[in-house]
């Protein structure tokens, strides 16, 4: 049951997905004005799901609430079953697993098949872990029907049946001996030889197909039922080439799955990616690759879009999204058709190059042993841009420098035991991180360490068995062990948290463990123990929770409002022991202060706030509070003085003053604890000078602030407030301390905290913003510079400042706006500095010219030209090399992958003009070319 409120009271509307509940009627809603109840009859597994419960009374926005549901039950039936790929006497099958898994893992699945001419079902595997299953040893002859069934906890779950029988067939093989019989002006006749193997089927037919020498793409010349053809209609004196393909029931040959696709470069939002052609091409050429994506966790495939076919074992696929995760297949296509596909990729992340860890921070011994050394560090500041996957611990002799490697394998975990040293001996370790680009710096520690045994804090041992909550009825025992370890043995202690031990706690500790035992207990009994083990080297705490289940404790303490003449609303915490159980309602008494009977008022209050009515006016009343739960009433909280209507209110709380100008006060405070018996309906504010005996009015207000203007600088005053209700005011609460009245002067200051490191990058062309806040009294004069310059606002530069921030925008950032930007703060409280240093990273810029030429002959020449002057932030990777012969306009490359600042360009046309240009290239982009002079391509002159 679900209760709610709303004045009218709302309409209720159950829903699954996009189905409304009510309109069901296998599904029972009772409904009141302040609940609601869904049942649900004889559930099953399709009864699984989110259900949303809206409630709406035209008064405000509807709200909505949910319950996830989930039914036990054994899974639905598989999704998807196909046919991935068919052969001579074996079939793959693959699937997806089941939309409801019956509320508990799927742990197994059940492949079983059935020849077509029988009803009979065979199984093939009862232990298949994978959505994907090889079988083999079939029959090439026989028809097969095959169905997966999932396997939970509970059981088997409905079956997934394909729905075409299919035989363990294959293509048939390449034809024999195809040649040209004969030919006229027009017509060629072709004969052949059937193939070796028929790929289990008979040979229905044979399909040929023609083409001119000098063109690509093969056309249809016909079919024919036996081993001859003839050819018409051919252009005389052409050349021409023509193939033959053997068909049975499975068809023409397929080629076989390329190899998985491998990924070459990857950048923010492209991948590059190579596989291996399939191992048989089907005996036809490879006309194109097909090649698929599909996103992390999604179960569509979808087709890389390309201008052309793909016709290459490698491919550049863009326009992927920073960040996101792929994985990839490939198909290849030949005249007979598409083959199947190429194993999955294994998930690829679009993200910029990446590079080696940095060093790990701070390896420090926590443990050392006459034969061992336990050492931990930190996880690296910089993991280069992937995931780190595991540590290298290095170590040597204190007096050597030949490191050597502990780990066979990288370690996991950021902590480590190195055994099987030396005892007594000095070692030095040092550790490094581990990524996908390699392996990084080495963290070493400060000292040499000495194989030693030494003293141990303690330690709190915890095996599988391990419980930290107990839960016991009341009456029962509570047995809490643990065990422990340290070097010299702990002394133990159990205490209880906001309580002491019950007497009847009997405590038994060894050298080893403790055990806490408690009998008998009771609602009292429950709440944390804290077990604390300390010896010389420290200390270790462990808390268990005990939970009893008993009747409640007694409610928080009881506080009313509202008093009338003839009614009150009280109000009170929920119990802080609730017994282990869900407080179902509490128990609302009364009593008049002069009598000794209570008088229930309300005995089934679900709310922790009740309004008692029709009381006698002016007769003060004790009231008194239980918690009810399954078990029963628990103890009362009771009022420990009566209450009577409509008196003056309680003073307020704690007067505070909370800021000062030099003319103002502004004062703070809190409501009284009584209102009297009747809604407060303001405050009165009243001041006098310090050592005047005279109070004056300083306002009046409704709210729990007020700012007093109009004071005398430099002058000290005290301040007192008074609330009033309808019988009057009520005592007055007077400020802690006088205060004198001035401008306060706070020196500046600036919170760089979210500015990590001080330090942004940013791609040269993108915007970056400098933004920090401030603080200041007065507030301070904002100045900003670029290392020496100061900035003002332009096209480029905006700054933008308020009393509590500063802000300093560029768009279209360049190279030169790298550097130290200096914010000054000013006020008369005194002057601060604070630096940020922007680094704008890019591609570079052009090679430093001219390129010199030398070594110049009828074949090849030498160019030389320095680095550029600017690397745009990164190291440049390579050179790009073009040439161009004169009289043209089209630049040829000569090589993109030049390393150094010099090349030598060979293949030249003899007496041939040129001239050349060249790049750079970082991981950011390419430079603008630089071009040289022309050169002809001749021996030295008398050579």
């Known amino acids: 049951m679900i209760p709610f409120k709303g004045r009218p009271p709302p309409t209720v509307t159950w829903r699954k997905g996009d189905k409304n509940l009510g309109s069901d009627e296998r599904y029972i809603i009772q409904n009141t004005e302040s609940s609601t109840l869904l049942i649900i009859p004889q559930v099953t597994r399709n009864d699984t799901g989110k259900y949303v419960l809206t409630i709406e009374n035209g008064v405000g926005e509807a709200k909505s609430s949910f319950v996830n549901v989930k039914v036990l039950d054994t899974p639905s039936a598989c999704q998807k079953l196909q046919l991935k790929h068919v052969s001579r006497g074996t079939v793959t099958l693959v699937w997806e697993p089941p939309l409801i898994n019956g509320g508990s893992e799927i742990t197994n699945y059940v492949v079983e098949k059935r020849d077509a001419t029988k009803r009979a079902w065979s199984t093939v595997t009862t232990k298949c872990s994978h959505t994907t299953i090889k079988l083999t040893n079939l029959s090439e002859k026989t028809a097969f029907f095959f169905r997966v069934l999932a396997e939970n906890e509970i059981g088997l779950g409905e079956p997934c049946e394909t729905t075409e029988p299919v035989k363990a067939a294959d293509v048939p093989g390449p034809v024999k001996d195809l040649a040209m019989k004969d030919s006229t002006k027009s017509s060629v006749k072709l004969q052949w030889s059937k193939p070796d193997y028929d ?275 009341a009456g029962a025992s509570i047995r809490l062990f643990i065990a422990f370890s340290g070097r010299p043995v702990p002394t133990a202690v159990w205490s209880k948290a906001d309580a002491n031990l019950s007497l009847r706690a009997d405590i038994q500790t060894t050298d080893s463990f403790s055990t806490l035992t408690v009998e008998e207990c009771n609602r009292n009994d429950a709440g944390k123990y804290v077990f604390t083990v300390e010896n010389n080297s420290g200390s270790k705490s462990i808390t268990f929770t005990v939970k009893v ?95 009577v209507a409509t008196e003056e209110p309680a003073p307020p709380k704690r007067l505070d003053i909370v800021d000062t100008t030099k003319s103002s006060v502004v004062l703070a405070w809190l409501k009284p604890d009584h209102d009297g018996g009747s809604r407060i309906t303001g405050y009165l504010l009243e001041m006098k000078q310090k050592g005047s005996d005279s109070w004056t009015v300083a306002g009046q207000t409704k709210q729990l602030t007020f700012t007093v203007e109009g004071l005398v600088e430099n002058t000290e005053y005290e301040f007192r407030v008074k609330a009033r209700n309808n019988a009057g005011y009520s005592e007055p609460r007077e400020a802690f301390s006088s205060v004198i009245v001035k401008e306060p002067q706070i020196e500046p200051t600036a919170d760089l905290s979210d500015i990590s490191r001080q330090l942004i990058t ?182």
């Not at 400060?446 to 709190?460: G, K």
């Not at 009881?558 to 009280?570: E, Q």
């Not at 078990?631 to 420990?640: A, F, H, I, K, R």
């Open 199 to 473: 790929g289990g089927s008979i040979i229905s037919d044979y399909v040929i197909e023609k083409k001119l020498q000098e063109e690509k793409e093969w056309t249809y010349a016909g079919t024919s039922k036996s081993c001859e053809f003839v050819a018409e209609k051919l252009k005389e004196l052409s050349v021409m080439e023509f193939r033959v393909f053997a068909k049975n029931e499975k068809g023409m040959t397929l080629p076989d799955a390329p190899g998985a696709p491998e990924p070459t470069n990857v950048t923010g939002d492209s991948i590059t990616l190579t596989w291996a052609r399939p191992e048989s091409d089907g005996g036809s050429e490879i006309n194109e690759y097909i090649l698929e994506r599909r996103e992390k966790k999604s179960m569509r495939w979808v087709k890389v879009s390309s201008k052309r076919p793909i016709t290459e074992n490698r491919y550049r696929v863009t326009g992927l999204i920073e960040g996101n995760e792929y994985e990839f297949h490939v198909m290849a296509e030949n005249a007979a058709g598409v083959g199947p596909p190429s194993d999955v990729s294994k998930l690829i992340k679009c993200r910029e190059p990446v590079s080696p860890p940095s060093a790990p921070n701070v390896v420090k011994v926590t443990d050392t042993s006459k034969t061992s050394v336990s050492l931990e560090w930190t996880k690296p500041v910089f993991d280069g841009g992937m995931e780190i996957i595991g540590y290298i611990i290095e170590m040597c002799k204190a007096d050597l420098e030949a490191w050597q490697k502990v780990n066979a394998e990288t370690v996991i975990a950021t902590k480590y035991t190195v055994v099987d040293l030396e005892a007594g001996e000095h070692y030095k370790f040092r550790v490094s991180a581990v990524n996908g680009a390699g392996r990084g710096e080495s963290c070493e520690i400060p000292a040499s360490v000495q194989t030693v045994d030494r003293l141990s804090a303690p330690e709190i041992d915890i095996d599988a068995n391990f419980k930290q909550t107990h839960i016991v009825r």
């Open 549 to 643: 289940l008993d009747t409640p404790g007694p409610p928080g303490p009881i506080t009313f409002k509202d008093v009338t003449r003839t009614s009150i609303t009280l109000m009170w915490d929920a119990p802080v022991l609730d017994g282990g159980s869900r407080i179902h309602h509490y128990v609302v008494e009364k009593r008049e202060a002069s009598r000794r009977s209570w008088q229930v008022v309300s005995s089934k209050c679900t709310r922790q706030i009740f309004k008692v009515t029709d009381l006698a006016e002016g007769m003060p009343y004790y009231y008194r509070v239980s918690a009810e739960n399954e078990y029963g009433v628990g103890e009362p909280c009771e009022l420990t003085e009566p209450v």
């Open 762 to 943: 940013c791609k040269a062309g993108s915007t970056f913003t400098i933004d920090i806040p401030i603080s200041g009294r007065p507030a301070p004069k904002v100045t900003w510079k670029l290392e020496e310059m100061r900035l003002k606002e332009t096209e480029r530069v905006t700054i933008k400042t308020t009393k509590d921030r500063t802000t300093l925008t560029v768009k279209d950032s360049m190279r030169g706006d790298s550097g130290k930007y200096y914010l000054t703060l000013e006020n008369t409280a005194g002057v601060k500095t604070f630096t940020v240093t922007v680094v704008v990273i890019g591609r570079p810029g052009p090679v430093t010219g001219p390129i010199e030429i030398s070594s110049v002959s009828a074949e090849s020449c030498v160019l030389t030209w320095k680095e550029p002057e600017d690397d745009g932030g990164s190291d440049i990777t390579n050179y790009i090399v073009e040439k161009r012969e004169s009289g043209t306009t089209a630049w040829q490359l000569v090589n993109s992958s030049v390393k150094r600042t010099q090349i030598k360009v060979s293949h030249l046309t003899k007496y041939q003009e040129y001239s050349f240009r060249v790049s750079s290239e970082n991981r950011f982009g390419v430079s603008k070319p630089v071009e040289s002079k022309t050169v002809v391509a001749e021996h030295p002159f008398g050579k």
